[in-house]
């Protein structure tokens, strides 16, 4: 055997690995390419590991026919070859699992996490286990030859010096071979770590600043797919919570137009009015709603809790209000009317709202009133410095179908008194330390203030109201309206 | 995240594959024939 010219010995071998070449194409595409994306470096690797040992059996069989190679030669070579295959399949698979990669980041169509997780830990474990047991095999087998080998040397100094030169050699030689397998693998296996890094950080940037047009592609089943699919998970979220908020800021933008623009220009009157809602939809209400007869009426209205529904609750109230008052009669009555339009569609929800409707008559400088559960209008007298309120019985509307309200009524003001009609978002804020802004606080920005046009008593109200509470988070919508009465 | 260019600049194509399984083969035959059918 050892005699062998390698020529004779490379002719067998390259017989054999040139059939499994030129069959090897056919038979990938078949075996390999035709299969599912994820799947193919794993068939990929045991293909070439099946082909290597094809080679070497066949090569063996060669041997054995041409050159009656002794069984533990022609287990050698299969040994040898199937070693050798095991770091081409290696080596082949991941070249495999590159081109899946490249494809699906080509593609970007697969996107979702993988059903079945073959994990990369475990199969590093499985690699590393393998490939250390096959360079152990190869080196015990090297030594085991040599030993017996140098047993049969003599005892002749030249002999002894060119055996030693040449086990030095072969064991170079094995060692180089090696390592040179080693390293393709290494380059090989960074590549595609390096591409499914890439991959994910890149999503991952265009996220970071805002771009969420772009999904992970998810390319392999291991621990980068599942990141992969996590972080797609994540964009839809993302992206569907942006088309929540776009959502609600049209909401916003739509309640805003039920608002009024600005205040109506009425003899007599100075109207100022505004809602600042603590989300982007709000449950609070004003309008100025003008009568019959040139008299002015003035609503605020609270729903309670906050948010988009008590901003549907609002508007639905808001229409059945308007609607009244093309009928109005007095302040109860529409209350009335809107009450039980309000308490059938807020039975279901358990939602209700309070109001306060003021009827003004300049002419006749009369103020009628009615209460729905609402705090009480203040009405400040700068002649004597004194405050009134507008208060009254009167239970929240969307409580009871057939509730009953109350007309109340006052005759004459002083030139240049104030009306203020607000929710209670106002005094009920409250600053880091927990305390309420309360009513006083109010009367004393009115009082002091009382001498100014009607948007600057607001403005007052309200700059006050939102430096009082500092840092600490707005808890209820704030609306205030504010009439100076001439 | 990696243009389609770019995949397509890096993705190695079918006879990159067949030279490196060629190669692959060619040293098998060399490492078997010095030593793989003697040990």
């Not at chain 1, 010096?161 to 080693?182: H, R």
Request: glycine share 8%; charged share 20%.
């Amino acid at each position: 055997m050892a005699e062998l010219p390698p020529v004779k010995l490379g002719v067998n071998i390259l017989a054999a690995y040139g059939t499994i070449l030129i069959l090897r194409r056919p038979l990938e595409n078949r075996c390999v390419t035709s299969a599912r994306a994820e799947s193919q470096p794993i068939r990929q690797f045991i293909f070439d590991l099946l082909s290597g040992l094809s080679a070497g059996l066949l090569a063996a069989l060669l041997n054995a026919v041409f050159f009656g190679f002794p069984p533990g030669s022609l287990l050698s070579l299969i040994y040898g070859s199937v070693t050798y295959s095991f770091f081409i399949a290696l080596d082949m698979s991941l070249a495999r699992e590159r081109t899946v990669i490249l494809e699906a980041l080509a593609r970007n169509s697969v996107q979702a996490p993988p059903q079945r997780l073959y994990s990369m830990t475990r199969r590093f474990t499985l690699v590393a286990v393998a490939t250390a047991l096959c360079v152990t095999v190869v080196n015990l087998l090297v030594i085991a030859r040599d030993m017996s080998w140098l047993t049969t040397v003599g005892t002749d100094p030249g002999a002894i010096k060119a055996a030693i030169l040449s086990v030095t050699y072969e064991v170079l030689f094995i060692m180089a071979v090696l390592l040179g397998l080693a390293i393709n693998l290494i380059i090989s296996y960074s590549r595609n770590l390096k591409l499914l890094f890439e991959n994910e950080t890149g999503v991952l940037e265009r996220v970071t600043n805002g771009d969420l047009s772009q999904m992970v592609p998810v390319a392999t089943r291991d621990e980068f797919g599942l990141i992969a699919g996590h972080t797609n998970t994540m964009i839809e979220g993302l992206r569907h919570r942006i088309e929540l908020i776009t959502a609600l800021q049209l909401a916003e933008e739509v309640q805003r137009t039920l608002l009024p623009a600005a205040p109506p220009k009425v003899p007599g009157l100075d109207l100022s009015g505004t809602s600042i809602y603590c989300n982007e939809t709000g449950g609070d209400y004003y309008d100025y709603i003008l009568l019959p007869e040139g008299r002015m009426g003035i609503v605020v209205a609270d729903v309670s809790g906050h948010g988009i529904d008590a901003a549907l609750f609002m508007a639905s109230a808001r229409a059945f209000l308007l609607s009244g008052a093309e009928r109005y009669q007095s302040p109860a009555r529409l209350a009335g009317d809107v009450n039980r339009c309000v308490t059938r569609d807020g039975d279901p929800t358990g939602r209700f709202m309070s109001m306060f409707f003021l009827e003004i008559d300049s002419t006749a400088k009369t103020l009628r009133w009615v209460r729905a559960g609402h705090e009480p209008a203040l009405v400040y007298s700068p002649g004597s410095a004194n405050f009134q309120q507008l208060g009254g019985d009167g239970i929240a509307m969307g409580v009871l179908k057939n509730a009953e309200y109350k007309d109340y009524y006052r005759q004459g003001w002083e030139p240049g008194s104030v009306v203020v009609v607000g929710t209670d978002g106002i005094t009920e804020t409250r600053n880091a330390a927990g305390e309420f802004f309360g009513a006083e606080r109010v009367r004393h920005i009115v009082s002091t203030n009382a001498s100014r046009p009607a948007a600057d008593i607001q403005t007052a109200v309200i700059d006050a109201v939102q430096r009082f509470r500092g840092e600490a988070p707005q808890e209820d919508d704030v609306t205030l309206v504010v009439v100076k009465l001439m | 995240m990696l243009s389609i260019r770019a995949c397509r600049k890096l993705e190695p194509d079918a006879k990159a594959v067949v030279m490196r399984i060629t190669i692959h083969y060619v040293l098998a035959v060399v490492i078997l024939t010095v030593y793989g059918g003697q040990v």
